[in-house]
């Protein structure tokens, strides 16, 4: 690859990433071409070299929100099935992830905006909730069962809730007891008979 098409493959990562950040910070229709490339320091003009259209870049941009912790995690060398039922409710259910909304789970910032978007945006998600879910039930109990799988949706969906609607909250209090009391819940779902 030359050394032009190098610079033009980093600069649309960086357009791609800075887009998923704030897309989950501000929402699918809360930014406008103009403002991300005045943020990336480029030219609208520049966004037609990387980008068809406005949807092109959200379908790609919800791809890389889906998969960016995945990829975090990967970076580190751990195998995201390798962390344990706990020790990811932990992380996802903390005041952390709720407060860092552009760096965080695109369904707990968007799932309402995906809904309503294009096909691509929607099929982009589909994939990702099918690949969340099998992850998810890779850290139940007998993951090869039917009944695991059924576990993970619900964590998955309690979960999602809970974060998206700790982050509605702005009662300090009540937002942290919603996380604290999903959190205890999701953990011991895999033992419920």
């Known amino acids: 690859m030359g050394r032009s098409q190098l610079e033009k493959q980093k600069t649309h990562e ?22 991300l490339m005045k943020e990336a320091g480029l030219t609208v003009g520049g966004f037609y070299k990387h980008f068809g259209s406005r949807d092109e ?12 912790w995945r990829r975090q995690q990967e970076k580190q060398g ?8 706990n020790d990811y409710v932990d992380g996802y259910l903390s005041e952390r992830h709720r407060d860092h909304c552009g760096e965080g789970c695109a369904y707990a910032a968007l799932t309402a905006d995906m809904a309503r978007s294009s096909d691509a945006v929607r099929a982009v998600a589909t994939e990702g909730l099918r690949m969340n879910f099998e992850t998810m039930t890779t850290r139940m109990p007998e993951p090869e069962t039917a009944e695991a799988r059924r576990r993970a949706i619900i964590a998955s969906c309690l979960m ?5 609607l700790a ?3 702005n009662d300090e209090a009540l937002s942290n007891e919603i996380l604290e009391t999903v ?3 999701v953990k011991v ?3 419920a008979k």
């Open 14 to 35: 960086r357009i791609v990433t800075l887009a998923a950040k704030r897309l989950r910070e501000e929402g699918l229709e809360g930014i406008g071409v103009a403002d």
């Open 57 to 68: 870049l959200v379908a790609e941009a919800m791809e890389s929100a889906i998969g960016s």
């Open 78 to 85: 751990i195998a995201p099935e390798s962390i344990s039922l």
């Open 160 to 164: 999602t809730g809970a974060l998206g």
């Open 167 to 169: 982050r509605v909250a």
């Open 183 to 185: 959190k205890q819940f």
């Open 189 to 191: 779902l895999p033992q």
